[in-house]
């Protein structure tokens, strides 16, 4: 073989991706078809990046749980996580399919090599979203409504964006007496927030400030796009594909690098959701409306926040 043969072929081989000796361990609390299904929409998504198929492996916490120590350990939704935290193991470890405010309770003794892609959307995005849907608005404040005790979203609201087209009013509340005060907020806000709040935004409260905001003509950007269906305008979320492709986009990532940045939350592409009935009732132009969002969400500022350090 010719010298200058043999240079390139080095030359070549150094610009292609640089794969550790480790596998990618899908952990999944049990066999559900929901489980499974994601499980195969990540590894799919991982062969599509490159990664060999024998290095990707789906496994339930039901089955022997042997790994070796350099893999990395995607445990798949709560349950999964939990039983990983449990065996106090050396691997890097990349949560996904949880909550952020799960993320963040879970005690993390011995280990230092982490990440995280979680289910929520950013509360910096809905902020963004909600600040130029009001741009022209006669009524330009935006409430924030969330319970007091909520330290996930108290951590978030210490990031957000300073509003250019509104005014912001966070207002934390106790989840008793939550009418004292509140009808004369609605009655000058342009926009109601109802973010990740398991304590005020569920149940018999969620359906409460529902029907208020819709009493006095307040459109509601949500979190969850089953609150579409009870009542709120809009809803700001991250579809299962959406979640699969950014942790398979991060496991690539660790395979040529063995590493995350130490305690990232990562947050997948949004989506939103329009209910049209509450628009047209509300006296939105649906298409307009749709076509603001999708200008939205091509916005740099939109697309800032895609991960954050604990």
């Not at 299904?37 to 990707?56: F, H």
């Not at 329009?274 to 697309?303: C, G, M, P, T």
């Amino acid at each position: 073989m010719k010298p200058w043969f043999c240079v390139l072929l080095l030359s070549c081989s150094a610009l292609l991706p640089q794969w550790v000796s480790a596998d990618v361990l899908l952990l999944l609390p049990n066999r559900q078809p929901s489980f499974i299904n994601a499980a195969e929409l990540i590894k799919k998504q991982m062969l599509a990046n490159g990664v060999q198929a024998g290095q990707v492996k789906i496994r339930d916490i039901g089955q022997a749980a042997a790994w070796d120590e350099d893999d990395l350990i995607l445990p798949l939704g709560p349950l999964a996580a939990g039983f990983v935290q449990r065996q106090s193991v050396a691997n890097s470890v990349l949560y996904t399919f949880v909550q952020e405010a799960f993320v963040r309770e879970l005690p993390r003794q011995g280990l230092a090599n982490w990440a995280a892609v979680v289910i929520d959307q950013p509360l910096e995005r809905m902020v963004v979203l909600a600040d130029a849907l009001n741009e022209g608005r006669y009524k330009n404040k935006i409430l924030l409504l969330h319970s007091s005790a909520n330290q996930a979203l108290a951590e978030q609201i210490k990031r957000l964006p300073t509003l250019k087209h509104a005014e912001l009013e966070n207002i934390p509340l106790a989840t008793t007496g939550l009418a004292a005060g509140l009808e004369s907020r609605l009655y000058n806000a342009g926009l109601l927030l109802a973010p990740s709040d398991p304590e005020l935004w569920r149940g018999k409260n969620a359906r409460w400030l529902l029907l208020q905001a819709y009493n006095y003509r307040v459109p509601i950007l949500a979190y969850n796009p089953a609150l579409i269906k009870a009542g709120a305008m809009l809803a700001i979320y991250s579809e299962k594909q959406a979640i699969a492709k950014e942790s398979a986009r991060i496991a690539t990532a660790w395979l040529r690098q063995q590493r995350f940045k130490p305690g990232r939350v990562h947050y997948a592409e949004a989506s939103v959701a329009v209910n049209d009935s509450i628009a047209q009732a509300l006296h939105f132009n649906v298409e307009e409306l749709q076509a603001l969002i999708e200008r939205i969400k091509k916005l740099k500022q939109f697309q800032e926040g895609l991960s954050h350090g604990r």
